[in-house]
């Protein structure tokens, strides 16, 4: 059945998965210029592919390695978009990797695409089945049928189909599960019996006979008739591939997009008795639509990328290989209408020096240190000088606790010595991070059970005070 291809469309047949063609190899490593990146292409990449990529890096080695160094935008190589930024303070940086890999991030418009393919498949299918059975004083009952119940069905196979192409790549199951949920779907809506759903599924060698059987019955049973037989010669195009993309070709000749398709090549090739256009099914049911019809097929390239990183990342959606201190990812790349593949990573890397000569130890790391790095980047100019003024001027001799307890932003002491009231405390965030990691785990556990006493306590107050009130009035 695979000549019949286009049949796809608008009956469901088998897919098939493709195999491994292109893999890309990327090894990236943070530097003092940013980050260095080297890309291994695949051997069987064109010439042209190679010298396009070229021009992105600063050194080619042999013909298929490229490194360079780049700041904050990543070079377009393999098709997407990657940034690599970081947050750097006197007490560390925070590093955050993100990457995307081809695919159509519009999703949207990708969704919008999908239900319009929907809508034009339905109404090629009507109009075939008109041209082959319109005469037919029960045809009113199956078009309603293809005009209501499949027309909405199968926006929402669809939206199935989408959804695989996102859950197959974070689930081996999830594309499994997905085709048993299209399969109940379409029972419950009895458009197939169990039975025949698991016979339509089963089959290998008899595929394209089951599906057009079943078909056949379908037809019959929603334009009223209890058994194909009974319009079995009405029904001969529904017989095989080959009787359907016949009969197809047949109902297309008496469109008008055809007849205004073959007058068009008449004027251009100046004659008035040219030969009618080939018919290519698949641009006549999608027409311009800007979507391929490619949801169970598997991606020919892989993608593997391996990250140095000093600490192990809090936050990806890679593995993290303790023993090189790499972040590593390795999946297929989307295709033009898929989800795209996406990688990412976040990191601190604390300056121990630094810490250590003001605390003693190093009190701020891994997500701690990321939170401090976010709050001193949004920091103004005079407050963040005054700031790691402060920091700066700490030694693990003093009573550390209670300097960074007491310190507040001499803006809101002005406004709180005016006012008489905290209105804000700019400080409080670094101070809390602070003062957790100046505390041994034993001393932190103490502490906060130490605040949930008191938060309880003071809820306990707050009742009795209400129960007072209450019997006072």
């Given amino acids: 059945m695979a000549k019949h291809s286009y049949l796809k469309f608008v009956i469901p047949l088998v897919f098939i998965a493709g195999c491994e063609k292109y893999k890309y190899c990327i090894e990236m490593e943070p530097c003092d210029e940013g980050i260095e990146r080297k890309l291994i292409c695949p051997d069987n990449l064109s010439e042209d592919e190679r010298e396009s990529i070229a021009k992105l890096y600063e050194k080619r080695i042999g013909s298929n ?8 935008n990543l070079p377009n ?15 560390g940086q925070m590093i955050t ?12 418009d990708t969704l919008e695409q999908a239900q319009l393919f929907a809508d034009r498949s339905v109404d090629f299918i009507i109009g075939w089945l008109e041209y082959e059975l319109g005469d037919d004083p029960n045809f009113v009952n199956l078009r309603a049928f293809c005009d209501e119940n499949i027309r909405r ?28 949920r299209l399969q109940h779907y379409l029972i419950e809506r009895g458009y197939f019996s169990p039975k025949e759903m698991r016979l339509l599924t089963e089959s290998s060698e008899d595929g394209e006979e089951q599906g057009f059987r079943l078909c056949r019955r379908l037809v019959a049973d929603k334009m009223g008739y209890s058994s194909a037989q009974m319009v079995a010669e009405r029904l001969v195009f529904l017989s095989d591939g080959k009787h359907a993309e016949d009969s197809m070709r047949r109902y297309v000749r008496t469109t008008d997009s055809f007849k205004q398709a073959w007058e068009e090549k008449k004027r251009e090739e100046n004659d008035p008795n040219a030969e009618p256009p080939e018919i290519d099914m698949e641009d006549f049911i999608t027409g311009d639509i800007d979507f391929e019809f490619d949801i169970f097929s598997w991606s020919d390239s892989k993608i593997e990328v391996k990250l140095a990183c000093k600490n192990k990342p809090f936050d990806t959606n890679g593995q993290w290989d ?39 130890r190093v009190v701020l790391s891994n997500k701690a240190l990321a939170e401090y790095c976010m709050w001193r980047e949004n920091l103004d100019e005079g407050k963040g000088k005054e700031w790691d003024s402060f920091i700066l001027s700490l030694n693990p001799s003093e009573d550390l606790e209670k300097q960074v307890s007491s310190f507040r932003f001499s803006e809101d002491r002005q406004k709180q010595k005016e006012l008489d009231v905290q209105e804000s405390d700019l400080a409080e965030k670094p101070r809390k991070l602070i003062l957790a990691g100046l505390r041994t785990k034993k001393e932190e556990k103490e502490h906060r059970e130490t605040q949930t006493k008191e938060t309880q306590s003071d809820k306990a107050k707050c009742g ?3 129960e007072v009130l209450s019997e006072t009035e």
């Fill in 77 to 91: 190589d393999i098709g997407g978009a990657g940034f690599y930024t970081t947050f750097s303070t006197s007490m």
């Fill in 464 to 466: 009795r005070a209400g």
């Fill in 153 to 180: 069905d199968s926006k929402n196979v669809m939206i199935y189909f989408w959804l695989s192409n996102i859950l197959k790549e974070y689930e081996s199951s999830a594309l499994e599960e997905i085709v048993m």
């Fill in 65 to 72: 390695i490229f490194s360079g160094r780049f700041k904050e």
């Fill in 97 to 108: 990797y993100s990457e995307r890999f081809r695919g159509r991030d519009d999703l949207n």
């Fill in 322 to 360: 303790e023993q090189v201190s790499q972040v590593v990812w390795l999946s297929s790349i989307a295709g033009d209408e898929e989800l795209p593949t996406f990688f990412y990573a976040s990191w601190s890397d604390p300056n121990g020096k630094y810490q250590e000569e003001r605390f003693g």
